[in-house]
């Protein structure tokens, strides 16, 4: 959990894009649209997707300072089994979660 000096990317919709639109009107953005859009994770198994991150998987172990060969084989192990379960081979549901998408216009 961050402290209340820590910015969080996933903050910036806490208030519906209301503080990112008048941030980016102040700085002379016209025109600015915001909405909400579904996406989903399609990867067929919780293994095809952890390949998938696997440069990233061991970068984020590292910064988060997990460097213990098993821990991170447990992790990792873990983290395909929740896959499978919520989105991958062991369900037909297909894991869906929201992003907001911005356009802007700026003049030069």
């Not at 919709?13 to 990112?20: C, E, F, I, N, T």
């Not at 696997?54 to 060969?69: P, T």
């Not at 896959?83 to 700026?106: E, H, P, Q, R």
Request: glycine share 10%; hydrophobic share 40%; aromatic share 12%.
């Amino acid at each position: 959990m961050a402290g209340p000096n820590v910015y969080e990317n996933f903050a910036q919709y806490d208030d519906k894009g209301a503080q990112v639109k008048k941030d980016l009107e102040e700085v002379g953005f016209k025109g600015i649209k915001i909405w909400e859009s579904s996406q989903n994770i399609m990867f067929r198994t919780g293994e095809v997707f952890m390949k998938s991150m696997f440069g990233m998987w061991k970068g984020k172990l590292k910064m988060f300072g997990i460097e213990d060969e098993e821990l991170q084989k447990k992790l990792h192990q873990e983290c395909i089994e929740l896959y499978d379960n919520l989105s991958g081979a062991n369900t037909s549901n297909m894991c869906t979660f929201g992003v907001a998408v911005i356009v802007a216009f700026k003049e030069d």
